[in-house]
Structure formats: structure tokens, C-alpha cells
């Protein structure tokens, strides 16, 4: 099996704020990857495809929220290198285009309570015991797999000068891929994650192993919470759409931005800073909001 490289170029970011401070912004537009294998979720599973493969299992099975897209993203990679797919979804049965798309892409969807939906290993076991070609990736393809894929966007030519990153974080899979990256290949870059859940401190104890100064993470843009938003951040997505042409979610990618703006604006980055932001997608969950 060949898992193509994803496409995902950089792009200026020109705002006047940036340009009054002296900062350059660039997105690394993973967003472009696919329209359903986005940005993050692609570069997370593809050792999970690979060590399935290996391991000779023709399912793969995972879990996710009702609008999850790493749920979209597993369908549609399961349906492009030929596995079948199973979603755990947390919470009681419901429709929508999300999880009509994981159908339309073979996902069999098995809706569980939130008290069964925590113990993932549990549930893996009740439903796949007996069927030895069954896969297991973790929610959100995160895990020391996930963050394998992460790391080798550090490798990429393009990616070997800035001084900081910008990322939002959800499991942190994806930032904690990106300081592997930069530790890996010997970067001075910075990872800063914006944490889009609220009270979730504590996960500052999974970073222990990472160098001190080569990340840093921003409790302070949750916005109220997990998929939560005042009608601030609804009015900045509208905004920077109309202005840029580019979408950002509300759950994770508007905070990212929106994070990065105020930092600015508080002159946090010193003038000349070369700042590059991941837009991980997302873009699917707009039309629930
Ligand atoms: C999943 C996701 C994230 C969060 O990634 P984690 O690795 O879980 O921290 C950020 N942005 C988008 C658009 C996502 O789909």
C-alpha cells in the first residue's frame, strides 16, 4: 500500500496587524489534503493504515463525537486503501451529514452511552474478540502512531525556519507530533498549542518527556469550552472568511486564529517573528454550527 504524500502547501498570511508588528504569518494549508481525509487526521493515520496492513487486518474500528472528524476522516481513508470501517459513536442515535458521509463511505456506525463510550478497550473487546482482522486506532487517530505522522511534517523542506508554531490542540496528538518533529530533526522552532477545552490543564503532565522550551500551551482561548463559542469567535469566522476566502471552524481552527491574533495584538512575539499556523480542516462541521 503507497499513502501518498499529503498536499499542503504554505500561504502568506498578510493581515495589517501582522504587517504593523513586523510578524509574518504562514498557514501550512493542511486543509487542502482531501476533503475528508483533512489536514491532521490524514497525517495521524497513516502509520495506523500502515501497521494495519502489516498486521494483515482488513477493519478498522474507532470512536468519535457525532460531528467527529477523525470518524469522516477513517471512513474515507478505510474506503480508499480497501479496509472496512466501524465507528464507535459517543451519546445517543442521531442524523447528520457527518456521520451520513462515514455511511455513504461503508463506516458501520455503532452508537454507544457516554459511561460505555470511556472505556474504549472494553468496547473493542465486547464487539471484536472473535474477529482477529479487527484494527483498533485510538479517538482521534492520536497515540504514539498518530504522532509518528505528525512528526514528518517537520521534515519537509519548507518547514525547517520558523521560529514558532501555532496549532490547536484537542487530544494534543497533533501538537505533541510537531515537537517530536522539531526535536527529531534538530529545529529551534517552538510549538504553542491553543487548547480549545476548557479546565484541561492536566494535560500538561503528558508533555513532561518534551523539552521545556520547545513548546507552550495556551489554556486561555477555550472559549467556554469543547465545541463551544461566544458570538465573538462567530463573528471573527464570518469576518475572515468574507476577507481571506479561507473557513475556520469554530471548535478548533477560529480559536487558533483568534488566539494568534490577540497574542499579536499584545505584542507576545517580538517583531520579525516568522510564525507558521496549521489549518488542520475541519471544514465539514461548519454546517452544524
Ligand atoms: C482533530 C482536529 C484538531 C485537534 O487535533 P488533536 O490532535 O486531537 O489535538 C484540530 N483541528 C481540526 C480541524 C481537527 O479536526
Known amino acids: 500500500m503507497h499513502i501518498h504524500k499529503p498536499y499542503a502547501p504554505l500561504e502568506a498570511l498578510e493581515l495589517d496587524l501582522f504587517t504593523q508588528k513586523n510578524i509574518q504569518v504562514s498557514l501550512k494549508r493542511e486543509d487542502y489534503s482531501h476533503p475528508f481525509i483533512s489536514g491532521n487526521k490524514w497525517r495521524k493515520l497513516k502509520y495506523h493504515l500502515l501497521q494495519a496492513e502489516q498486521e494483515n487486518k482488513k477493519l478498522l474500528v474507532t470512536f468519535g463525537g457525532t460531528y467527529s472528524n477523525h ?122 498549542g491553543i487548547v480549545v477545552l476548557k479546565g484541561a490543564e492536566n494535560m500538561l503532565q503528558e508533555y513532561a518527556h518534551f523539552k521545556q522550551d520547545s513548546f507552550q500551551l495556551h489554556f486561555q482561548f477555550h472559549g467556554g469550552g469543547y465545541a463551544k463559542y461566544t458570538t465573538e469567535l462567530q463573528q471573527f469566522q464570518h469576518k475572515f472568511a468574507s476577507q481571506t476566502g479561507i473557513l475556520l471552524d469554530l471548535v478548533y481552527e477560529a480559536k487558533l486564529i483568534w488566539a494568534l491574533i490577540k497574542l499579536v495584538e499584545s505584542d507576545y512575539f517580538l517583531p520579525g517573528t516568522n510564525i507558521c499556523a496549521l489549518h488542520n480542516g475541519g471544514n465539514i462541521g461548519i454546517l452544524s454550527s
Open 71 to 192: 470518524l469522516l476522516a477513517t471512513a474515507a481513508a478505510a474506503a480508499k486503501y480497501n479496509f472496512k470501517s466501524f465507528g464507535f459513536v459517543r451519546g445517543e442515535e442521531v442524523e447528520n451529514h457527518v456521520l451520513k458521509l462515514c455511511q455513504l463511505f461503508g463506516m458501520q456506525i455503532q452508537f454507544v452511552d457516554r459511561t460505555a463510550y470511556q472505556q474504549k478497550e472494553i468496547l473493542f473487546q465486547r464487539y471484536f474478540s472473535s474477529d482477529p482482522t479487527a484494527f483498533f486506532i485510538p479517538e482521534g487517530g492520536s497515540g504514539n502512531l498518530g504522532e509518528m505522522g505528525v512528526s514528518e511534517i517537520m521534515q519537509e523542506s519548507d518547514m525547517q525556519n520558523f521560529d514558532v508554531l501555532f496549532a490547536s490542540v484537542g487530544t494534543g496528538g497533533t501538537l505533541k507530533g510537531l515537537i517530536k518533529g522539531i526535536q527529531d530533526n534538530n529545529l529551534s522552532t517552538k510549538a504553542h
